[in-house]
C-alpha cells in the first residue's frame, strides 16, 4: 500500500465548475498534511496547510479526517489557471528534527473554458 | 526574503558520466535541506537529507551521493550515471517551524 494515496485523475473540469480530490494517508502518526501545486515542468508550491478543523482560503477549502486517515481538497469556482497538478503531502518528523514530505502521486486537473 | 537556487536547469549527460547538481539558499541559516527526484509521470522520492553541515542522510539506496560542504550549499553528485537516474530533480529546505520550500529543479536527461 502506498503511504499516500491519491485519485491521479486526470479532472477535466468546465470553468465555473467546483472540483474535490480525496488523499488517504497510511501512517497514523503523521503530524502535518499540507497540498501542493505543481504547474507543468515547474517545481511544486505549497497551496495551503491541512488543518483538523478544516481551512479555507478563497475559493479552496481543506479538510482532515485523523479518524479516517482522509484529506480533501474543495476548489469552487474553478479558474483556467487552477489547471495543474495538485499533490496531496503528509509530514512526519525524522530523526535530527528534519521534516519529512511523503508525496502523492498528484491528482491533475484541467480547467477547460 | 528567502530564495533558493539550482543549477543546472537542464542537464543531458551520457551514461557512465559523472554528475554534479548544486543547491544554494539564501535568506536563512541552518537550514535542513533536502534532495529529492521526480521520475516522469511520477511522484516525488526523497533521496537524501540534512540537518547540517557534513550530515547527510540516505533514504534509498541508489546510485547517487550528496554533501553539504558548507551551511547553505547542498550537493548532488554521481560518479557513474545509469539511464535510470533520468529524472526532475529537486533541492528543498526548511527553516525553523516551516514546511518545505523548493527549488526551480533540473531536468537530467541520462542517454
Known amino acids: 500500500r502506498k503511504e499516500v494515496e491519491q485519485d491521479p485523475g486526470p479532472f477535466n473540469v468546465p470553468e465555473g465548475a467546483t472540483v474535490a480530490f480525496n488523499c488517504t494517508y497510511s501512517n497514523s502518526a503523521s503530524q502535518s498534511f499540507f497540498w501542493y501545486r505543481q504547474d507543468c515542468r515547474k517545481e511544486p508550491k505549497l497551496l495551503m496547510s491541512v488543518y483538523s478543523s478544516g481551512n479555507e482560503d478563497g475559493r479552496f477549502t481543506a479538510q482532515l479526517n485523523r479518524a479516517s486517515q482522509y484529506i480533501s481538497l474543495l476548489i469552487r469556482d474553478s479558474k483556467l489557471s487552477d489547471s495543474a497538478t495538485y499533490l496531496c503531502?503528509?509530514?512526519?518528523?525524522?530523526?535530527?528534527?528534519?521534516?519529512?514530505?511523503?508525496f502523492g502521486s498528484g491528482t491533475q486537473l484541467t480547467v477547460l473554458p | 526574503s528567502q530564495t533558493i537556487h539550482q543549477w543546472p536547469a537542464t542537464l543531458v549527460q551520457p551514461v557512465g558520466s559523472p554528475l554534479s547538481l548544486e543547491c544554494t539558499v539564501e535568506g536563512t541559516s541552518n537550514p535542513n535541506l533536502y534532495w529529492y527526484r521526480q521520475a516522469a509521470g511520477r511522484g516525488l522520492q526523497l533521496l537524501f537529507y540534512s540537518v547540517g553541515i557534513g550530515q547527510i542522510s540516505s533514504e534509498v539506496p541508489q546510485n547517487l551521493s550528496a554533501s553539504r560542504p558548507q551551511d547553505r550549499q547542498f550537493i548532488l553528485s554521481s560518479k557513474k550515471l545509469l539511464l535510470s537516474d533520468s529524472g526532475f530533480y529537486l533541492c528543498a529546505y526548511t527553516g525553523r517551524g516551516e514546511t518545505q520550500y523548493f527549488g526551480p529543479g533540473t531536468r537530467l536527461l541520462v542517454l
Open positions: 503531502v503528509v509530514e512526519d518528523m525524522r530523526s535530527g528534527s528534519a521534516r519529512q514530505l511523503t
